[in-house]
């Protein structure tokens, strides 16, 4: 079963329960690569993975080796991400887990995870 989380914009550090596991997840703007990313644990494991650059749409764990969970997707709201605050970002991305076979079987049509049809 898909999880949708929704963002906080009072915060940009988050303590989740999802895919049964404690995840610490961070969320940030890189000046650097002057794109959203985040930084994502597992407390269980005692694994991390720091960097992952925010691309909607695309599988997020997948350039993380997982640690510990299947696949996790942003979404972004119709309008663009124009101002790099979190404020923002929070207001126009949502994130949702699922697993890898929901993931390769469905995709978000902006109101609903939907089934594909074979």
């Known amino acids: 079963m898909a999880e949708i989380i929704k963002l906080d914009k009072a915060t940009s550090i988050y303590n989740l329960r999802i895919g049964g596991e404690q995840i610490g997840l961070r969320i940030y703007y890189s000046k650097n690569k002057d794109r959203w990313a985040m930084d994502i644990s597992n407390a269980r494991l005692g694994t991390e993975s720091n960097g992952i650059l925010i691309n909607t749409g695309e599988d997020l764990l997948s350039q993380s080796g997982r640690i510990g969970l299947e696949v996790l997707i942003a979404v972004s709201t119709p309008e663009p991400l124009l101002e790099a605050t979190i404020e ?12 890898l076979e929901e993931f390769n ?9 939907i089934r594909k049809k074979w």
Do not use: H, P, R, W
């Open 88 to 99: 923002n970002f929070s207001e126009k991305v949502i994130l949702i887990y699922m697993t």
């Open 105 to 113: 079987n469905s995709y978000y049509d902006g109101n609903a995870i």
